[in-house]
């Protein structure tokens, strides 16, 4: 069984970093491109952030741009997302997904796409 376990996130201050990991196990690591998204109070969960099997190809949301950087380690099956000038805006629960794919190029930024998701970790950035 696939597991994704994230660890990371809490409050900080505006102008303030933090970084969040998400541990997948249960099937090798590498077969999967990776994804962040977001689910604020009374909001559809968005999209944050996507990288590739391999790490070579990334993408992000318009509003995460030059703050925001998704990085993965295949040899320990973690996924981080680097998160840099953090505003208030970007408070929300984030949550880590796994999208079981034979292309070592692909990523989506589709929600429905993606086959294993994380718990949630609370992000809470104040003003």
């Known amino acids: 069984q696939v597991q994704l376990v994230q660890s990371g996130g809490g409050l900080v201050q505006a102008g303030g970093s933090l970084r969040l990991s998400c541990v997948v196990s249960g099937r090798t690591f590498s077969v999967y491109a990776m994804g962040w998204f977001r689910q604020a109070p009374g909001k559809e969960r968005e999209f944050v952030a996507t990288?590739?099997?391999?790490?070579?190809?990334?993408a992000y949301a318009d509003f995460v741009k030059g703050r925001f950087t998704i990085s993965r380690d295949n040899a320990k099956n973690t996924v981080y997302l680097q998160m840099n000038s953090l505003k208030p805006e970007d408070t929300a629960v984030y949550y880590c997904a796994a999208d079981l794919t034979w292309d070592i190029q692909y990523y989506t930024t589709t929600v429905d796409e993606y086959d294993y998701w994380g718990q949630g970790t609370q992000v809470t950035v104040s003003s």
């Open positions: 990288i590739s099997r391999t790490g070579g190809r990334t």
